[in-house]
């Protein structure tokens, strides 16, 4: 199933096409909401916790009630504690909170702080209703009290859609949020459940369905998760009667006397990765040095004197340059030569992005698709901008850089972003801590060159290389490795695990 990601206009869109041109009335969502996540909660907790729901005044709180109301009627032990005066429940919400006093339920309305505090403490688990994709500013008075007190001394926090106070997009900076251990998301993660700064005040989420319809999602929803059901739909598979040429020949441009060993892990994980053929273009002082260590590739000297070689292009299907070239002016005219002279896909990495940020703007005029591969402190340079600003607004300003130089971006991290120039944007989830160390990007790159060159669809190839690229780390981890010891060549082997167990 794809897992959309939203913002909150997307959300509210998405509900209200549900409503007015479904037909699906508010009050049944609530419902299916409020039932859906009672179902989930169930599974996290014990029969003999002691459960305590705070609402807040919008329709996040009017699941709360619905909640409450299924988990009472199931004997739970439950309390609802109502952080807002009665006049501010309105609607979908107060229907709820009727039918939830209707059955028998009773409602504490939080007025002290000592009030919210001792319920607090003597509860298991708190589920957090107070707010959802609604909240807008500094939390005001009664919810921030409420806030400060669960995260001061609740024993298990679940929130429902999203931790209360947590901005659903990017771009805010200062919030006061709840901090979950678990938040059951309705339908779809939101945008700030992939952002380095926010996406931990979730804990561990999981989504649960309330009916909205997929048209409603394919119509509004701009970007989703990539994950293995994408990588198998469209992972191609090898033809019994293939060659060498059929799967690519791709030339991999960078190294350097300190820094000999990038380009070799590029083309290792290449070739592990399936590319055909692979020539390594290093300094021809390196060659000797790092020759035995890949034997499957061959290799085309490149004089540092020279800064126009005459490398062969047209031989090769896609190009990746940049990984451990140094930032010499050698260096730099090489790369100007590559993304003007070349007419097949181009991955540039690393250094490569150092000296291509002195005019981007040709590669505007590329023919051939271009990808830039920036962690966030080479996307940062890239953008003059801090690493601290690019982290708050990852996707827009990967959309900007996308649309702006009709390039692919993959914006690395944790949440690695994969952005078309059209604009298409999807978030690959695999890979784990073990991949923060020197190497993991050398070898991105080369999975990446050699998917570019087996999929007709530069866009899927991209995606499923950096699947294939977090998976490996994460078999690696589960099975005979820690994110503590795993190196990048590890991983390289690891490509194997991810071809044998998944395609
Ligand atoms: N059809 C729908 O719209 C559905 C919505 N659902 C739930 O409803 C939520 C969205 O509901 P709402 O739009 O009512 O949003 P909220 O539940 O977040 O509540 C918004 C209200 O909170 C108050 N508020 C906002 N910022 C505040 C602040 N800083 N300090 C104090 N009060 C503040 C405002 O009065 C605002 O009207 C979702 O997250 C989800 O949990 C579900 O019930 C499913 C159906
Ligand atoms: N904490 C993490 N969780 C998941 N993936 C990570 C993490 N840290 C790094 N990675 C991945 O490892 C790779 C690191 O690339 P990069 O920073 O260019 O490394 P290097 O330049 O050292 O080779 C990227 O693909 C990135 O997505
Ligand atoms: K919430």
Known sequence: MKVYIVTAKEMYDIDNYTMKKIGMDGKLLMENAGRAVSEKVERLIEKSDRICIFVGPGN????????????????????????????????????????????????????QESEVHDVTVNSDVVIDAILGLGVKGDLREGLITAVEVINEVANRV??????????????????????????????????????QHTALYYG?????????????FQRYAKRNVWGYEQFKDCMPRRDPYSHKGDHGKGLTIGGSATMPGSIVMTAKAALRAGAGLITIGTSEKVINRIASQCIEATYFPIHEQ?????????????ITIGMGMGRSGNAAALVAHVVEQTDCPLIIDADGLFHVKTDLAKLKVRKSPTIVTPHPGEMAMLLDISVKELLITPFYWSMKIAQTYNVYVVLKGKHTIITT????????????????????????????????????SVFQALCNACFIHGKAADLLVEETHSDQDLMASDVIEGISKVYRTLS
Do not use: C
């Open 60 to 111: 996040n709180g009017g699941d709360g009630f619905v909640i409450a109301r299924t988990l009472m009627n199931k004997r739970y032990d439950v309390t609802i504690v109502q952080v807002v005066p009665d006049e501010k429940i309105t609607g979908d919400a107060l229907y709820h909170k009727n039918v939830f006093v209707n059955y028998g339920g009773s409602i504490l309305i939080a007025q």
């Open 158 to 195: 679940i929130s429902v859609d999203i931790p209360s106070g947590l901005p659903a997009d990017e771009g805010m900076e200062e919030f006061t949020s709840v901090q979950a251990d678990f938040t059951i998301v309705i339908e779809a993660p939101k945008v700030s459940a992939f952002l």
């Open 204 to 216: 561990v989420w999981d989504t649960v369905s309330i009916g909205l319809p997929l048209i409603a």
């Open 306 to 318: 020279n800064n126009h070689p005459s490398i062969p292009f047209e031989e090769f299907d896609a």
């Open 421 to 456: 120039p059209e604009g298409i944007q999807v978030v690959n989830k695999s890979g784990n801590a073990g991949l923060a160390k020197g190497g993991s990007g050398d070898v991105l790159a080369g999975i990446l060159l050699a998917l570019v060159m087996q999929q007709r």
